[in-house]
């Protein structure tokens, strides 16, 4: 670590550690406090010159709606989303949804992960998520336990960079714990009670995979508001509204009470699931309440 500010060129924000940065800059894992004022991210590329960092502009940002219109910045310049959810937990669409519009907007390929194919309720689980890959997205059914279908996830992480997100408890961190043998970074039992998770990953960290690809382990998210998005960006990215699109009699439809609406048609005709419909509607609600 000594004499960073003449050797250092470019490096990757791997993870946040206290008030500092983790910045990978390939030979070695280097610490930096960011400026006051800049929120410096999981994702980030740093750059050094003659000695002063910045960051590069982002080519896409996860980010989420906090309190009073405050914007939490989960993870930047990503290729791939991976939506978990797992067999076990009563998961909500809605949830997995958001974060495909999101995905979607950002231009970051979202992809569906069903964990804990082991457990028996998994037939049933199954089913639900194959909706997603009716609607054209990747889904990995898989068993952190067992290993069964972790190969098929690992190809197609190969030479991306991805983050894992998902409620508490659904298995993220055991996921990327046997992608990257020896890593081991901690997991705990989901609370007996409630079926819940502990919140065990409490910051983000970008792990490199030895067959190729990074993937970041992220916290575990209960709710989830997309931030900056107006309620034609999420008609525009919302999952399986993409071929009816553009197509409602008016320009400025909200897809909700108007007249000849394309959106509206295809649920009438059972050609878009109703399901997902109702989840749009809830999702523009949401927006409005924040
Ligand atoms: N049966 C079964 N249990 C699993 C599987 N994967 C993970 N678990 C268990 O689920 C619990 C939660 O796993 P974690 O990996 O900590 O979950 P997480 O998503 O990282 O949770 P947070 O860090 O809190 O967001 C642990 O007890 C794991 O052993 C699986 O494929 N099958
Ligand atoms: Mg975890
Ligand atoms: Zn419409």
């Given amino acids: 670590m000594t004499s960073k500010k003449e050797t250092l060129t470019k490096g990757r924000i791997i993870a946040h550690h206290g008030l500092k940065v983790l910045i990978d800059i390939g030979s070695e894992i ?8 800049e929120t410096w991210v999981v994702g980030d590329i740093v750059r050094f010159k003659e000695g002063r960092p910045s960051i590069e502009k982002r080519r896409n940002a996860l980010k989420r709606a906090g309190y009073k219109g405050a914007e939490q910045i989960l993870a930047a310049n990503l290729d791939q989303l991976i939506i978990t959810a797992s067999c076990g937990e009563a998961f909500r669409l809605g949830l997995i949804d958001r974060f ?3 995905a979607n907007h950002e231009g970051i390929e979202p992809v569906i992960v069903l964990n804990k194919t082991d457990l028996d309720d998994s037939e049933e689980k199954i089913e639900i998520v194959e909706r997603y890959a009716r609607l054209g997205y990747g889904v990995f059914c898989l068993s952190a336990k067992t290993g069964e279908g972790l190969n098929r996830l690992a190809g197609s992480l190969n030479g991306k960079i991805a983050s894992m ?7 993220k961190t055991s996921i990327i714990n046997m992608l990257a043998p020896g890593l081991e970074r901690a997991t705990a039992k989901i609370h007996e009670k409630t079926g819940q998770g502990r919140h065990t990953t409490s910051s983000a960290m970008l792990v490199k995979l030895p067959t190729g690809g990074k993937i970041i382990d992220s916290p575990g998210i ?4 997309p931030s900056g998005l107006t309620p034609a960006d999420i008609a525009e ?15 400025d439809c909200k897809h909700l009470t108007e007249p000849k609406c394309a959106i509206l048609t295809a649920v009438e005709e059972n050609e878009l699931d109703r399901d997902l419909y109702d989840s749009y509607k809830r999702l523009l609600e ?4 924040n």
């Avoid at 280097?30 to 004022?37: A, G, I, L």
């Avoid at 990215?237 to 320009?251: A, E, H, L, T, W």
């Fill in 222 to 225: 209960r709710h989830f508001i």
């Fill in 100 to 102: 495909i519009v999101v």
């Fill in 165 to 171: 997100v998902g409620h508490s408890g659904v298995g």
């Fill in 30 to 37: 280097v610490d930096w406090k960011p400026p006051r004022r």
């Fill in 286 to 289: 949401s927006l409005e309440e």
């Fill in 237 to 251: 990215n919302f999952p399986g509204f993409n071929q009816m699109y553009g197509q409602c009699k008016f320009r």
